[in-house]
């Protein structure tokens, strides 16, 4: 059953979209297929504490995100995010497991719900992970996990390339998300990614798990600017063993540029 439905002047959209910061990132998407990194995120002690978001140690999760947005609004993820970028069908996403992310705000009964059932699961005499200091029954500390993991706040501060921006709205990213859920690749705590391990270490860790996707799933391939279309061109012929020829020509046919979508809204 098809989900793509027609949005007309809606928010929402029939592409997911995932941006990235260099044509290089870009070109290792369409030869290698995506696979998780870590990314680091504040949870419950952003979501519970509003007025201190820091108080609370942040985790670094594996996931690949994506927007669900039209074009005419996505030139503020394109600005935050990057220049470059790739915009699936919606239903592969679906497809795949990519599912939207829960937002929520210190006062919202979600997040009052989570809390209790995120302490009322500590006790003395369960099992769990002393070294952070929180200790879960181990019947259902996974499901809880995997839920923390596609949980963000409505509002909040972050951190890009050593700066924090505060008071950035998540909610209108309208993020969608792939979480692998083998408990093998834990959330990473603050401590332990800034101080002894090496994120792009962890990285390479998740090189073997992979969202596939066939040309027919590509609606666009987005570079910055028009002088690089034919760069893109090039390189996408240059892709060997992935794609049949025909294929190729498919791909060439989905590029644009951030110069032409600014054009355009």
């Not at 699936?88 to 497991?97: H, P, Q, T, V, Y």
């Not at 809880?144 to 972050?158: A, D, F, M």
């Not at 890009?160 to 834990?186: L, M, Q």
């Not at 028009?226 to 049949?244: F, G, N, P, W």
Request: negative net charge; proline residues 5%.
């Amino acid at each position: 059953m098809p989900y793509e439905i027609n949005t007309g002047s809606n928010v929402s959209s029939n592409t997911l979209f995932h941006f990235t910061s260099s044509i290089d990132n870009l070109l290792n998407i369409l030869e290698n297929e995506f696979s998780p990194r870590f990314c680091p995120e504040n949870k419950i002690g952003h979501i519970l504490n509003p007025n201190n978001p820091y108080v609370a140690p942040e985790y670094a999760y594996p996931m690949v995100c994506f927007c669900d947005l039209p074009l005419s609004l996505i030139k503020n993820n394109i600005s935050f995010y990057g220049n470059y970028g790739i915009g699936l069908r919606k239903e592969w996403g679906i497809r795949n497991g990519i599912s939207p992310v829960h937002y929520v705000h210190y006062n919202s009964n979600t997040i009052h719900g989570i809390e209790d059932i995120f302490f009322n699961l500590m006790s003395d005499t369960q099992t769990g992970d002393p070294e952070n200091g929180l200790i879960f029954n181990t019947d259902v500390s996974n499901d809880i996990k995997l839920l923390l993991r596609y949980l963000k706040p409505y509002t909040g501060s972050t951190k890009k390339n050593d700066t924090i921006y505060n008071d950035r709205n998540f909610y209108n990213e309208r993020e969608w998300r792939f979480v692998p859920i083998d408990d093998n690749y834990a959330p990473i705590v603050e401590i332990n990614y800034n101080e002894f391990v090496s994120l792009s270490e962890e990285n390479k860790k998740l090189e073997h798990i992979k969202i596939s996707f066939t040309p027919s799933d590509i609606k666009y391939i987005i570079v910055q600017r028009d002088i690089e279309v034919l760069q893109m061109v090039t390189e996408i012929r240059r892709i060997k063993a992935k794609y049949s020829e025909d294929e190729k020509m498919k791909l060439i046919t989905r590029i644009t540029t951030v110069e032409a979508i600014e054009e355009d809204i």
